[in-house]
């Protein structure tokens, strides 16, 4: 009969795809031995195809997401040369919506596991162990299946108690220094049109009992990172409250949790048991999308921005939490100059990181079917990204991808926060700063070189003289303060402040004072920093310098 093989392409090395290890767990509970087999999108064509073929699949399975649904097309098309009689099904949200017609597309696949899979693909699984035929796979309920010529969709099937799922990952063999995803939730309360998870309005929770030996067991294990894939974490926000104050208990000091979460939501209890946590032991991805009135009702996204913004800053304040907040560019309503205003109001918040993405207009949502009327022209290919809409043409959507690009390099890197700071004060809005950034970079040419860390500083060093005629002492010194505070440099840039006067008294000071040789020592214009290397931020890795008297060191 053949083995029966799960294929999961992730977008990097370090991630994981729950989808496959649960189907997994689900099948091995009922007795189903399941393969799994694992890549990303940056792995040689040849070597994958070359690694399914030896598994010597019979029934092979997909998972299919925007960023590797091409690839996995590609593959399909050859493995189907190579394997004429086996079962090939594909699964996931790539595939879910409009199967019938992907089926029509696609002939090379026998069928599609529709939305929620653990009972289906069982019942798969189990159908082709007894030699079932592919017309008899039609009975199965979740299915979009080939019969005969033509295209059978089965009916839905019930959804699942959470508690029903078995834990995924009873042994995490080489995803121990991988990113471990993992839901105590399904459903979405929220019905954002932009969402897939908005369909699915049937919220449902894993019991905390579960939840809290699921999570003991990563602790335990000391895994770096797990990302819970809940939809809006804190939509309950007592159950968030309880597991949050459970992490905060068990902490081992090493184990990194990331929550996607409602910053509207969250309570003064919920805060005030986040500030007391070690700094890294979470972290939080808030989805604010737009500042604009107009385009939350028109999304029916249900926020109150002026309560997220103030619970962000108190977040914020206690400095032991990394928090990303995201935009998205081409809603409806969202103009060019709206979605300058929702940068800078967002900016101003000071996350972390700032995401901004652009809308992907995906099969199934409302947005798809409302495309025509807001006028969204998307790519026909994954992502689906939005080219232009009513409100905003393709120039402005490339305009916002350089400040994106610029944002990414200069703001979420962590590596520029001295010298970020003094330049958006010299713009009329740090939106501005990046969108002229931005174009210098295209006029120079800079954007389709790949650059070192030291050539970004160079190259800001340019746009600043270039722009103001000079560059100003400040800079200089605010650029050197954020190299030295990331790492100590072999060798210096030729523009950095020379310190060989003080050379042999900074030997002396490093001496006297009992201090590694790792530490720097920094003589800048109007005060000295030492740099201790020891001691970094946990939410950046960053040093931050303390200042000492240069009499100390020169005596």
């Known amino acids: 009969m053949g083995k029966v093989v799960l294929v999961a392409i992730n977008a990097k090395y370090i991630h994981s795809n729950l989808a496959v290890y649960s189907l997994r767990a689900y099948a091995a509970r009922a007795g189903q031995s399941v393969e799994i087999k694992e890549y990303t999108i940056n792995q040689p064509f040849g070597d994958i195809l070359k690694d399914i073929y030896k598994s010597q699949p019979g029934l092979l399975c997909f998972s299919c997401y925007i960023w590797n649904k091409s690839l996995v097309d590609s593959l399909i098309v050859e493995i189907r040369k190579l394997f004429p009689k086996i079962w090939i099904f594909t699964g996931g949200p790539e595939v879910t919506y409009h199967a019938d017609r992907y089926l029509e597309q696609d002939p090379a696949v026998d069928g599609v596991i529709r939305g929620e899979g653990e009972a289906s693909f069982l019942e798969l699984v189990e159908h082709f162990q007894r030699g079932g035929s592919m017309e008899g796979a039609a009975s199965i309920p979740g299915l979009t299946v080939r019969c005969g010529s033509g295209i059978c969709e089965t009916g839905g099937r019930e959804i699942l108690d959470m508690d029903e799922l078995p834990f995924p990952y009873g042994d995490l063999g080489d995803l121990s220094n991988r990113i471990i995803y993992y839901e105590s939730s399904r459903g979405c309360p929220f019905s954002c049109s932009y969402c897939l998870s908005s369909l699915d309005k049937k919220l449902r929770f894993r019991s905390l ?276 505070s990331r790492e100590k440099l072999k060798s210096r840039p030729v523009w950095m402040k020379e310190q060989t006067p003080w050379k042999e008294q900074i030997r002396g000071y490093i001496r006297r004072k009992g201090l590694p040789k790792t530490v720097h020592i920094e003589v800048l214009s109007r005060e000295v920093l030492l740099f201790d290397y020891r001691y970094r931020d946990p939410l950046t890795d960053n040093v931050h310098p303390s200042k000492i008297f240069l009499e100390h060191v020169l005596r």
């Not at 808030?286 to 962000?312: L, M, Y």
């Not at 929702?342 to 972390?352: A, G, N």
């Not at 994954?382 to 490339?398: F, H, K, M």
Request: proline share 2%; aromatic share 12%.
């Open 209 to 484: 009992d579960l939840v809290k030996e699921e999570l003991q067991f990563f602790i335990d294990q000391k895994v770096p990172q797990v990302k819970f894939v809940d939809r809006t974490f804190n939509c309950d926000g007592m159950r968030a409250l309880e597991i949050w104050e459970f992490l905060a208990g068990q902490d081992q000091g090493l184990t990194n949790f990331h929550f996607e979460i409602g910053a509207d939501l969250l309570g003064e209890e919920e805060i005030a048991c986040m500030r007391a946590m070690r700094p890294g032991l979470i972290q939080l991805e808030i989805g604010v999308q737009s500042t604009n009135q107009d385009t939350i009702r028109e999304i029916h996204r249900k926020t109150d921005f002026e309560r997220a913004r103030a619970n962000v800053a108190q977040i914020r304040q206690g400095r032991n939490i990394h928090q990303h907040l995201d935009l998205i560019a081409g809603l409806p309503y969202e103009g060019y100059e709206s979605f300058m205003r929702s940068f800078d109001q967002v900016y101003q918040m000071r996350p972390q990181q700032l995401q901004l993405g652009f809308l992907k207009v995906l099969k199934g949502s409302r947005m798809e079917e409302m495309a025509g009327h807001y006028g969204c022209v998307y790519m026909d290919r994954e992502p689906y990204e939005v080219l232009a809409t009513r409100w905003i043409s393709y120039d402005g959507i490339l305009s916002l991808k350089k400040v994106e690009s610029m944002v990414e390099i200069y703001h979420n890197s962590g590596q520029f926060c001295h010298t970020l700071a003094l330049l958006e004060d010299m713009f009329s809005s740090p939106f501005v700063f990046y969108q002229e950034l931005g174009d210098f970079y295209e006029k120079r040419g800079y954007d389709v070189i790949s650059h070192s860390r030291l050539r970004r500083y160079e190259i800001l060093l340019e746009f600043m003289e270039e722009r103001t005629g000079s560059v100003q002492g400040a800079l200089i010194e605010s650029m050197t303060v954020d190299l030295y």
